[in-house]
């Protein structure tokens, strides 16, 4: 979930928990306070009620007074108790079917030499449509103020996170061989410009460690070059010696195994620090099945002795532009390792499509995790062979061409493809 959403989501459901909530409220609270101004106006009516009355100087008076204004009942008291206090009264109008509320306030007064009780009457027939009205203000107006909240939170979070999106999606892209420095700086915000500043410096950091990593790997694999060549020179010539003892021999022989190991890691780690640093052009146009051909030709012996059969197979012939020398190591490295790791007799498979080659050949399943297949020295199992750069060499070429190296294990068979 982005963190717009969550905050977003959070003030939702706030604003409509303070919405569905206010709008009773408020309904309650306004009631009471129109209640209250009819009860006051009531009461100024009751005050008021001597001057109404000393006008009156007959049956006919009264009778006049009730007809001149309906908010007002005279009844004889006849020993009734009058309420103190204002009231709520429901009355049915004539010829409709709704009934009307009315707040009534009743007064004692003598009139004539005799006890009346005056009613005043308020209808609250416009109370319900002013409340009513309110409401429905309120309503639109909270939902206006709920809308305009969401777009200008949406629309302000959008243009406040927006360096923060730019940093990263920088971190997204960034490549420890190309090391470029986000060159953001136009941050208004401190924090993001602090994380910019920070992003900078440990990317500053990196590519300084980066650089001093390649610089010893190349001048240390330099460096090993000459005592290598040494040391072969010196046990070719210790070979040729007459008098070696049997388990001399197969000591010489057991180190002579050891330091070709040692010269194909060196030579592994020459190619990687020049794939690193750019060295290899990568214009060449050459075509797929000629270079599948021409690897099979060249390991035919090979092949015969290990008693392998190579069944390819090409469904069209596709031309790919990289760099050629690259690109054949990478599929010799898959062809070898497919004639080592396969039982002698056994078919392998070479499958050339317009999206891909594949190598497939039968095998036990690999004893470690397969994420870790491509990685330098990751085979740490003992009867591995070779020195664990050959794979993690193809990966590399095969991402600086563009394309795809991917491994699968189904039905007791080794599937490498290489994706165009």
């Known amino acids: 979930m982005k963190l717009l959403t969550y905050s977003t989501k959070r003030y939702l459901v706030f604003s409509v928990l303070l919405v569905v909530l206010s709008i009773p409220i408020f309904y309650i609270v306004l009631e009471k306070l129109f209640i209250r101004a009819v009860d006051d106006s009531l009461k100024h009516q009751a005050i008021l009620l001597p001057e109404y009355t000393k006008h009156i100087k007959s049956e006919a008076d009264i009778e006049l007074w009730k007809n001149l204004d309906w908010d007002i009942e005279v009844n004889p008291a006849n020993g009734i108790a009058i309420k103190q206090r204002p009231y709520t009264i429901i009355e049915h109008s004539k010829g409709a079917k709704e009934s ?8 004692d007064v003598r009139l004539l030499d005799r006890d009346y009780v005056i009613t005043f009457k ?7 449509d002013l409340v009513k009205a309110v409401l429905g203000l309120q309503i639109a107006l909270l939902s206006f103020l709920f809308l305009g909240y969401l777009w200008i939170n949406q629309y302000i979070s959008k243009k406040i996170w927006k360096p923060f999106q730019g940093i990263l999606n920088y971190l997204k892209t960034f490549e420890l061989d190309k090391g470029i420095i986000n060159s953001n700086t136009d941050l208004v915000i401190d924090e993001f410009r602090e994380l910019n500043y920070s992003v900078n410096g440990l990317v500053s950091r990196v590519n300084t460690a980066y650089s001093s990593q390649k610089e010893f790997t190349e001048n240390a694999s330099h460096e090993l070059q000459t005592p290598l060549a040494i040391m072969r020179v010196k046990l070719e010539l210790l070979l040729q010696e007459e008098h070696l003892s049997e388990s001399q021999s197969k000591l010489i022989d057991e180190i002579n195994g050891v ?16 794939m690193d640093n750019q060295q290899y052009p990568l214009n060449e146009e050459f075509s797929a099945s000629e270079l599948i ?6 390991l035919d012996f090979f092949i015969e002795v290990s008693q392998h059969h190579i069944s390819y197979v090409e469904e069209t012939n596709t031309s790919l532009l990289g760099n050629h020398q690259l690109f054949k190591q990478v599929v010799t490295n898959l062809l070898l390792n497919a004639i080592k790791y396969s039982a002698p007799g056994s078919e392998i498979r070479i499958i050339l499509s317009s999206k891909s080659i594949e190598i497939i050949n039968p095998g036990e399943e690999m004893p470690f995790k397969k994420e870790k297949l491509f990685e330098r020295f990751s085979k740490k199992q003992g009867n591995s062979k070779g020195n664990s750069l050959g794979l993690a060499i193809s990966f590399r070429i095969i991402k600086l061409h563009g394309m795809k190296l991917a491994y699968v294990y189904q039905e007791a068979h080794h599937h490498f493809a290489i994706y165009f």
Request: no cysteine.
């Open 100 to 107: 009307i509320q009315f707040r009534a306030l009743e007064k």
């Open 122 to 128: 308020s209808s609250l027939i416009e109370k319900e």
């Open 293 to 298: 051909k021409e690897i099979i030709e060249e």
């Open 259 to 274: 330091l070709t190991g040692m010269e194909q890691m060196n030579t592994s780690l020459l190619l990687l620090t020049k």
